[in-house]
Every structure is written in structure tokens, then in C-alpha cells.
């Protein structure tokens, strides 16, 4: 990497609030000879997670690692019709490409690797990827119990690969402790998490629980050295709980003064229109 100023870092951080991007050059690579998926099936989330680790901890870096835990395998099974195995408790489905030399090693390394998770179901796929994890949402919405208006949403942050697996579980505990079903569907390998909170729409309290629940879980993984946004950006879910990675006042003067930089008609303030209630905002 250049020495100097992340500026590319800057701008995409600031997801719009710098400036606007109107051209960008781009380098076109050569697409892969092949991909595999490698399926595997636990009797825990942790188990998964150690298998992860080890993955990872080893210097491979898959393609994907996508998780899954026993509520999204059995929404998602039903939704895409994939094959997956309804007796495990966790789900990873590892993917590699390269030539067909290169997939065949990548796999059996990884092979070496899991065999300390003792994974149940073990399968290599000769076929394209499977888009079932990213048909959760839609899946999950379908199974919702009757309700009036039952409507998932997904809080998404980030944990370092190394410490995700250590919010799969809370996760559950916390939305159990809130009355409410969750399915889990992360990114293992880059450490995206996506927990999809079922609630009705309809119920205040309801609504009041999983957004309780969903800051829980934002604020664990800040605590396990994440943070609040993962792959997507910080909205009205998201914004109050800014204080909650950014407590000192030094980072968010430097935000600010980063944006007066571009913008010097800005009266950017630190905490400036982070007042106002995700109910207020919504009315």
C-alpha cells in the first residue's frame, strides 16, 4: 500500500457525506477457472466457530464462508429447495476457486483443518455456489408466525473474523431474553453479521423489544472489537448508537473536521441531530 493518506478510505467511509464520486478507474480482472462450495454441518454455533477460526487462523481465505444456524437452515431449505441438512444445528457452506488443481488443494487443506470441530455432515460440491443464504430475508418472511403484519429485520455489524464467533450465541440468548425468534445468517469469514429479528409490526411493544435487541447486539459487537456498520451504512437505526464506538470526543472532531475540509460552508457539529428518536424520526 501507498504510503500517505487513506483518502479512497475517507470517501467511501463517509458514504456520501464528503462529496460525490462521478468517475472512477477501474482495473478489469480475469474471472476464476471455477468455484466449489464445501458444505459443512455442526452440533453447535461454536463448533462452527472454531472451525472458522481455524480456517482462517491457518492464512486461508475463502472466497465466502456463509453461516447459518437451525432456524435459517430450515427457513432457507424450505424456501430454495437446496439440500441442506436439517439435523445439525450449524451451517457453513466454505467457498474456493482457482483452476481445478488449485480448488482440489484449497479444499483438502481445509479438510485438515476442520476436523477439529467435528463436523457432522461433511460435502464438495462439483456445482456453482448456492444463493440460499442470501435468500434469508425472504425466506424468513415467509415462515413468520400469524401475525398481523410480521416483519423481519436485519441489524448488520461487524466482528473480526477471530471474535465473530463469539456473538453467534449471545445473539440468540439476548433475543431470547427479549421474547423474540431470531435466524441468524453471517458472513463468517470477513465478519459481517446479519441477525433477522422477527417482530410484528403492529405490536409497539413488540417493535420496542427488537429494537432493544438489536442495539444489544450492535453494542456486543463493538465490545468484541467491532463495529456498528459491517457492509451496510449508519442510519436511523444505527446513529444514536455512535456514542456507543465512539465515546471520545477526539474521533468525532476529527470527523467533522474531515468534512469541513471538503465542505468549509459546513457547521458540522460533534452530536449535532443525534437528539431526535428513532420513533420521531419515523412520525
Known amino acids: 500500500m501507498l504510503p500517505g493518506y487513506d483518502l479512497m478510505g475517507l470517501v467511501i467511509g463517509s458514504e456520501g457525506q464528503l462529496g460525490i464520486v462521478t468517475e472512477a ?6 474471472a476464476p477457472e471455477g468455484a466449489r462450495p ?17 480456517i482462517i487462523g491457518a492464512g486461508i481465505i475463502p472466497v465466502a464462508i456463509e453461516f447459518m444456524d437451525r432456524p435459517a437452515i430450515q427457513v432457507c431449505e424450505a424456501f430454495a429447495k437446496a439440500g441442506y441438512p436439517l439435523d445439525v444445528e450449524a451451517l457453513l457452506i466454505i467457498e474456493v476457486e482457482g483452476s481445478n488443481e488449485e480448488i482440489a488443494d484449497l479444499l483438502n487443506v481445509i479438510a485438515r483443518h476442520r476436523q477439529a470441530a467435528s463436523p457432522r455432515r461433511c460435502c464438495a460440491s462439483a456445482r456453482a455456489r448456492s444463493r440460499a443464504p442470501r435468500s434469508g430475508r425472504a425466506a424468513r418472511r415467509r415462515s413468520a408466525p400469524s401475525a398481523a403484519s410480521p416483519t423481519t429485520t436485519a441489524w448488520t455489524a461487524s466482528s473480526r473474523s477471530a471474535s465473530s464467533a463469539r456473538c453467534w450465541s449471545p445473539s440468540r440468548h439476548i433475543c431470547d431474553k427479549h421474547g423474540l425468534q431470531v435466524a441468524n445468517i453471517f458472513h463468517a469469514g470477513d465478519g459481517n453479521l446479519h441477525p433477522l429479528v422477527l417482530y410484528d409490526a ?16 450492535l453494542e456486543l459487537c463493538v465490545a468484541l472489537g467491532g463495529c456498528l456498520t459491517g ?26 473536521g474531515s468534512r469541513r475540509v471538503f465542505d ?12 431526535r428518536s428513532r420513533a420521531a424520526t419515523r412520525r
Open 264 to 275: 468549509p460552508e459546513v457547521a458540522a457539529q460533534p452530536g449535532q441531530g443525534l437528539s
Open 202 to 217: 403492529n405490536d409497539a411493544a413488540q417493535a420496542e423489544r427488537a429494537e432493544q435487541a438489536g442495539d444489544e447486539i
Open 231 to 256: 457492509e451496510h451504512g449508519v442510519g436511523i437505526e444505527k446513529r444514536d448508537l455512535m456514542r456507543v464506538q465512539f465515546t471520545a470526543d477526539r474521533p468525532r472532531r476529527c470527523r467533522c
Open 25 to 30: 478507474t477501474v482495473r478489469i480482472l480475469r
Open 38 to 54: 464445501m458444505l459443512l454441518g455442526f452440533d453447535s454455533s461454536e463448533a462452527a466457530g472454531q472451525c472458522v477460526a481455524a
